[in-house]
């Protein structure tokens, strides 16, 4: 048998300090791209561009796919990645366009990526 006695006013008064995040009320837009770089680029690195230049809205980048076929070019791979975008609105397929594009061009530019269709 245990017993046990808390001072409720206290515990109140007490901010957690456990990772309690409240729930946004504007729901999240996912979104999946796929990009066709050199072998030699480590997929760490595309996540961290990627995230960079999400900012905020960015909020999840998972690696879900690693393609490699002659078909892509001899030291190519294709990576795919699941985005999820959140804003403190409800974003538009206008706004994840131009969140996605922002990414596809840093991408094109610093690590020489094409998005694979």
């Known amino acids: 048998m245990i017993v046990a006695e808390f001072d409720l006013e206290k515990l109140r008064t007490l901010s957690p300090s456990f990772g309690i995040k409240p729930v ?18 480590a997929a760490s690195a595309v996540e961290a561009l990627i995230r960079q230049t999400g900012g905020k ?29 959140q804003a403190e609105k409800t974003l538009t397929d206008a706004d994840a366009a131009a969140i996605r ?11 020489g990526a094409k998005l694979r269709s």
Request: aromatic fraction near 10%; hydrophobic fraction near 40%.
């Open 101 to 111: 594009n922002k990414i596809v061009k840093r991408l094109e530019h610093t690590v």
């Open 57 to 85: 809205t960015v909020t999840d980048v998972r690696l879900f796919d690693v393609y490699r076929d002659e078909k892509i070019g001899a030291g190519k791979k294709s990576l795919a990645y699941s985005l999820t975008y």
């Open 24 to 41: 946004s009320e504007f729901p999240p837009m996912y979104e999946d791209i796929a990009v066709i770089l050199d072998e030699s680029v």
